[in-house]
């Protein structure tokens, strides 16, 4: 500091012989400390103009603003610590200056709750309330289904609409109750959830959350739901198994009985439902699904669903039984493994006639037989050293329940997946 008074003072002294003399008396000391200061803030106010600037371009580029803001920040603590010097020397106070992102950062990372033992307990807090809740949610929603019985009014609806009211049967996962009409049969059934207590109201083609807070509310809403919408659930129910009874007839057809066994396929006459569709499947002899036939329930259209299908498009159909057979006869109706059996059989044999394969060969005084031996469980292409006639090392195998390549020794055992291979790799089991 002593120093810089020193050349401070120089300075003056200097520039008092060198300027005209009614300009003399405004060159002190102090007048010039003042002036060091202004043109150093303002150098420091470019160089963080031009910095900022710089900083609207930051969104064309991503990757680099974190770069351009640790610069931008760097240069603030600079300046910070250029003023804290001057301030020194005029004998004023220092002063702290902290970047906005380092207390943003260190006010994140103080929210964060680092402890475990808190972490767990919140958790275990938290799974409580759920089951809880849930196990409250179950006991009302039995209660709400077992008072449908004692409704008067909605007693008399079913009587007069020819309706049955069942039992709540316990199955292992939920508690089921039916509203059963004596010609269709199921009109609408409650569905109970025993694990979180949730209950599902599902008729032949709708399904719905079941939302209430007491028991008249509930048979309320029950009883207005099926005012308002049993002759629609009716209908429904008519034109679902009228479409069902057409998707079978299709099936049982000689022609379409006679093609299915030919493909070795299987008509799966039971559907799986979902909230918009009847799902009949067809499957191959391996039992996988290759195809499928489809009832919206939602404008009973029929659908034909190729599930090998890789660009998973369905085809509307108006006359099922005149669309089946091209359909079935254009199925790859062949059992995956025996796809990746033949995949891999045909990668071998491009494999052994590829020209630097052979010279491979060549090189190391081997011979692969192309022609495949095989057993009850695998195909063997036997690997020899010399030709045909000499000694066997091995063989590239191809596995008949799953059709994957792997090697094994002379003797069939020391199995590996050929994928898998590195060299040395025995030597390290």
């Known amino acids: 500091m002593k120093k810089i008074k ?12 060198k300027v005209p003399e009614n300009w003399q008396p405004h060159l002190t000391r102090k007048n010039i400390i003042i002036s060091v200061i202004v043109v150093f803030f303002l150098i420091q106010y470019f160089q963080v103009a031009r910095m900022t600037g710089g900083l609207t371009s930051l969104s064309l580029r991503g990757s680099s603003l974190v770069d351009e803001v640790g610069k931008l920040t760097e240069v603030s603590q600079m300046i910070g610590e250029d003023l804290n010097e001057v301030r020194g020397y005029l004998l004023l106070p220092t002063r ?48 709400f289904l077992g008072s449908l019985a004692s409704n008067s009014e909605l ?111 299987t008509f799966v006459a039971e559907p799986t439902q979902t909230d918009s569709a009847l799902t009949f499947d067809i499957q191959n002899v ?13 404008d009973f259209s029929i659908t034909l669903h190729d599930s090998r299908d890789d660009e998973n498009i369905v085809l509307q159909v108006t006359d099922l039984a005149t669309s089946l057979p091209p359909f079935i006869e254009k199925l790859d109706v062949l059992p995956a493994v025996q796809k990746n059996i033949i995949e891999a059989q045909l ?40 030709d045909a006639s000499g000694v066997l090392l091995g063989s590239i195998v191809i596995e008949k329940n799953s059709g994957l390549v792997e090697v094994v020794g002379p003797d069939g055992a020391d199995t590996m997946n050929l994928l898998f291979f590195e060299e040395g790799l025995k030597k390290k089991l």
């Open 6 to 17: 020193k050349q401070i003072s120089k300075l003056t002294t200097g520039a008092k012989n």
């Open 96 to 143: 702290q200056y902290s970047s906005s992102f380092d207390s943003e950062e260190n006010s994140s990372v103080s929210d964060e709750n680092e402890n475990e033992l808190q972490i767990s307990l919140f958790k275990y807090v938290g799974y409580l309330g759920d089951i809880e809740r849930k196990k409250i949610a179950f006991e009302n929603n039995y209660a």
């Open 155 to 265: 007693s008399y609806f079913l009587e007069d609409k020819a309706l049955s009211l069942g039992q709540i049967s316990d199955k292992a996962r939920n508690h089921y109750l039916e509203i059963t009409d004596s010609e269709v049969g199921k009109v609408l059934s409650f569905t109970l959830n025993k694990e979180t207590g949730d209950m599902v109201l599902e008729t032949a083609s709708d399904s719905m959350s079941v939302v209430a807070t007491d028991a008249d509310e509930f048979t309320g809403d029950v009883l207005i739901y099926l005012r308002d919408n049993l002759s629609t659930i009716l209908t429904d129910i008519k034109k679902i198994e009228a479409s069902k009874i057409y998707i079978i007839e299709a099936f049982v057809k000689q022609e379409m009985v006679d093609l299915l066994a030919a493909e070795q396929l």
């Open 286 to 298: 391996a039992t996988e699904v290759v195809a499928q036939v489809i009832l919206s329930l939602e």
């Open 347 to 386: 990668v071998l044999a491009e494999t052994f006639e590829d020209n630097g394969f052979k010279l491979l060969l060549e090189e190391n005084s081997l011979y692969v037989n192309s022609l495949a031996r095989e057993d009850e469980y695998r195909f063997y292409y036997d690997i020899f050293y010399g």
